[in-house]
């Protein structure tokens, strides 16, 4: 098959036209071309990257190889960016996609995203490149700059396993162990070097055939049979039980049936803004809306209840008073304990648990619902949701609330996707009712994550008839801009609406605490957050992408107007940025939590 024959089998991807390289037939092979031909055997079908000399034989063979195609490669403008992209695909797919820094300054770009990908146990293969490490073949000054003696040392706490392979035949290998241990759960980045020399070097024979499938077995975390009766029971048993979904898939099937445990069981249900939808928030068993911290209503009855169970629940410490009330039960499910490695603290707390249940949650939802005889459907009767208020004066400056219900509305019946959330965003605005409808947070605090993640997130949506919407705040917009021009570069439809309040706010939350706890004056809070003389045309930027782009919106009537614009451009097939100029503040429900979570009267 040549390469345009390649090329014109995409499946309808407009992308897979867009850089095509001239037909080109190998007469001799190299280190690289093996490594390519790995990958593209790994069944990943796209690259992220910012582009480098330490790679530059891997980039070759990607292009004059394998003709640019499974993988293909997608240019990026920052490395922050190619990997939040590969956090954005995985968090739909679940699957690794590949990505490709630059020598030890390119993987320095990447660590904040590389972090975020790990907080958020999201698989990818990062490729790094060095050397050459055989210190005859370097080049004066820039291959030495460039060469270091343990590279991955850079992200090794914060990776699940990294290699620098010295041959072809090693190389092939460690791609096969990169891809496997980044998709065993607990997933999370893998980090593989190629040395610039091995990747240059002629293959003086063609390697052995190796059966890949063979060297990635999949590995079971089923629940003992006793485990689940044992938990079944306590359920049965149950009067108070309260189910903490976490960290599941976006399995459709799995949804269906924690939706069956739950009606079985008569377990009220609590969901979180960190992670992707798991249940549906408008379900009569949901506890409240869900959000970065729980709420009063939600926090009450797991003090009172006499079964908890955490379906890998990311801050199992910071909702479970209850385990203090005699009597109640704690059951916990995870296989996070796998790499808790003590450099990073987001293992979180300690907590107390009556049972400790070592399982994927999905499989130990799908064998409690065989056990208690259960017919998951996933259908149910949502229970009514306010609707978001409208201000009493129709002149009153647009806040959050105002872009959620004027958003909403626009959407109308749409399938959609929110890719990415703001901190000041209320779980009430929009309810989930599909595994898809909402994909949680960066993972990390990693601010800037947002675009690049929403991009990557995007393209696994592409053709899935769902409407992709991410929605960002300013200073996550700013620092990630640059990400939406491969969006627009590669035809993948996008919506982005940055809450644009101008200021770092929740640092000035932060420092209004400081101030009230030292009797210094609040009204100071401001200074060093605002964005502001002048004020940044976001707009101007997202036009500079290729993006359509509309604002400041400063209205409710032009906000309803740009956000139809926008849609219509999306639904096109573009990408389209609008900039909804709001003021700073949280929701009641937020600040509330945020207030209790720190413990301050501010």
């Not at 922050?80 to 956090?87: L, R, S, T």
């Not at 004066?393 to 909403?408: E, F, I, N, S, T």
């Amino acid at each position: 098959m040549t390469i345009q024959d390649r090329g014109l089998s995409g499946g309808g991807d407009a992308s897979r036209l867009i850089e095509r390289p001239i037909e080109h037939h190998d007469a001799q092979l190299f280190g690289s071309d093996v490594v390519a031909d790995t990958l593209g055997a790994l069944d990943i079908p796209y690259i992220a990257l910012n582009p480098g000399a330490s790679f530059r034989g891997f980039h070759d063979s990607l292009v004059n190889h394998l003709g640019n195609e499974e993988p293909q490669m997608l240019l990026c403008l920052h490395e922050e960016h190619a990997v939040a992209i590969a956090q954005g695909w995985a968090k739909v797919t679940g699957k690794a996609m590949a990505v490709a820094v630059h020598s030890n300054v390119g993987l320095f770009h990447a660590t904040m995203a590389i972090f975020n990908a790990w907080c958020d146990r999201m698989p990818m293969v990062v490729f790094g490149a060095t050397g050459p490490v055989d210190a005859m073949h370097r080049r004066p000054w820039i291959d030495w700059i460039h060469t270091a003696r343990d590279q991955g040392a850079i992200v090794r706490n914060y990776v699940k396993w990294d290699d620098q392979p010295a041959s072809p035949g090693a190389a092939r290998e460690a791609l096969a162990r990169a891809k496997w241990i980044a998709e065993t759960i607990p997933q999370g980045p893998t980090y593989v070097n190629l040395d610039a020399g091995m990747q240059e070097a002629p293959l003086a024979e063609p390697l052995p055939d190796i059966q890949l499938d063979r060297l990635m077995p999949h590995v079971d975390y089923s629940p003992g049979a006793g485990a689940v009766a044992d938990l079944a029971r306590r359920l049965k048993s149950a009067r108070r039980p309260v189910i903490l979904v976490g960290r599941v898939s976006r399995s459709e099937a799995g949804w269906a049936q924690r939706i069956a445990l739950a009606e079985a069981t008569g377990a009220r249900v609590l969901t979180d803004l960190k992670i992707g939808a798991g249940f549906p928030t408008d379900h009569p068993l949901s506890l409240a809306p869900p959000g970065v911290f729980p709420l009063p209503q939600a926090q009450a009855a797991l003090d009172e209840a006499d079964l908890v169970l955490s379906l890998d629940w990311v801050v199992l410490q910071g909702v479970l008073p209850a385990a203090k009330r005699p009597g109640a039960q704690i059951v916990h499910v995870s296989l996070d304990h796998h790499i808790h490695n003590g450099w990073s603290m987001d293992h979180q707390a300690l907590t107390p648990v009556d049972a400790y249940i070592a399982a994927d949650p999905d499989a130990l939802v799908a064998e409690l619902c065989r056990e208690m005889d259960l017919s998951p459907s996933g259908t149910y009767r949502p229970a009514p949701q306010p609707e978001i208020a409208v201000p009493a004066d129709p002149q009153a400056p647009l806040g959050v609330p105002d872009l959620a219900r004027q958003l909403k509305r626009a959407v109308g019946d749409r399938a959609m996707s929110l890719l990415h959330l703001p901190l000041s965003w209320d779980g009430a605005f929009w309810p989930f009712r599909h595994p898809l409808d909402f994909l949680g947070s960066d993972g990390g605090g990693g601010i800037g994550g947002g675009p690049g993640i929403s991009v990557g997130a995007a393209l696994a949506l592409r053709g899935m008839g769902r409407l992709p919407i991410a929605i960002c705040g300013d200073g996550d917009f700013l620092m990630g801009v640059t990400a939406l021009w491969t969006a627009v570069h590669y035809r993948i439809p996008l919506l982005v609406v940055v809450a644009n309040n101008r200021s770092f706010y929740n640092d000035e939350v932060h420092q209004e605490r400081v101030a009230r706890m030292r009797g210094r004056p609040v009204e100071n809070k401001w200074i060093g957050q605002k964005m502001a003389d002048p004020e940044i045309d976001l707009a101007a930027m997202a036009r500079a992408q290729g993006a359509a782009a509309f604002g400041p919106v400063r209205d409710r009537a032009a906000m309803d107007a740009a956000f139809a614009d926008a849609i219509r451009a999306v639904e096109q097939g573009g990408v389209a940025v609008v900039d909804v100029r709001v003021e700073p503040g949280y929701t009641p429900a937020m600040a509330g939590a945020l207030t209790r979570e720190s413990g301050s009267k501010a």
